[in-house]
């Protein structure tokens, strides 16, 4: 069993930035692969940004893409987004989420999840 805990998020300004974690527990988090996922109430899950087991490959959905950057710690079991350039349609419910064997950008191929931090970008 993996538990997985966000924390992070907050409100912030327009063009400001925000630094999300997500702790793991259980199994061994090397043999995950990880991702961050957001959902508005009013949209489906997006796909954010993946990670592979080892931290050499990553992949971000074209509207994150040079602004967040995803990494991991395997020594800490720690994963983060580092969020930059916020924009008001980055607010959503942000979660974190691990896999094993390769990642991907489908939310449904994830095994478990964590309860989601909220993010809110004012303008």
């Known amino acids: 069993q993996v538990q997985l805990v966000e924390s992070g998020g907050g409100l912030m300004q327009v063009g400001g930035s925000l630094r999300l974690s997500c702790a793991a527990s259980?199994?061994?988090?090397?043999?995950?692969?990880m991702a961050w996922f957001r959902q508005d109430p009013e949209k489906e899950r997006e796909f954010v940004a993946a990670i592979s087991r080892s931290g050499d490959g990553s992949y971000y959905a074209d509207s994150v893409k040079g602004r967040f950057t995803i990494s991991r710690d395997n020594t800490k079991n720690t994963l983060v987004l580092q969020m930059n350039s916020l924009k008001p349609d980055d607010t959503a419910v942000y979660y974190c989420a691990a896999r094993w064997l390769y990642s991907s950008s489908d939310w449904k191929q994830y095994d478990y999840w964590g309860q989601g931090t909220q993010v809110t970008v004012s303008s």
């Open positions: 259980g199994h061994s988090f090397s043999r995950l692969s």
